[in-house]
Nanobody, 114 residues
Framework: QVQLVESGGGLVQPGGSLRLSCAASGTILSINNGGWYRQAPGKQREFVARITGSGSTSYADSVKGRFTISRDNAKKTVYLQMNNLKPEDTAVYYC????????WGQGTQVTVSS
């Protein structure tokens, strides 16, 4: 059973940066599409970014130009570099495959506030 563990969240001021990591217990994220998602309070979970096995990426319009998804197949880890963070980026961030096929992890809280 694949387990997903997200880390790297925290409290940051507007304009700041964070790097999230997603470690998978299985090999699935090393060969399939990997994705990041987020859920803000009172809202549905939404797509943020994805990366294919070959390294192609795509992003939600709201984060394009600010966030970068990457992967390290040897470490079975997917990353999300978040720059120029805005208060509206505040959410719990989750990783999964794209589309999501596995049980969700606990996520990592990102709070952008002055």
């Amino acid at each position: 059973q694949v387990q997903l563990v997200e880390s790297g969240g925290g409290l940051v001021q507007p304009g700041g940066s964070l790097r999230l990591s997603c470690a998978a217990s299985g090999t699935i994220l090393s060969i399939n599409n990997g994705g990041w998602y987020r859920q803000a309070p009172g809202k549905q979970r939404e797509f943020v970014a994805r990366i294919t096995g070959s390294g192609s990426t795509s992003y939600a319009d709201s984060v394009k130009g600010r966030f970068t998804i990457s992967r390290d197949n040897a470490k079975k880890t997917v990353y999300l570099q978040m720059n120029n963070l805005k208060p509206e980026d505040t959410a719990v961030y989750y990783c999964n495959s794209y589309p999501p096929n596995y049980n969700w992890g606990q996520g990592t809280q990102v709070t952008v506030s002055s």
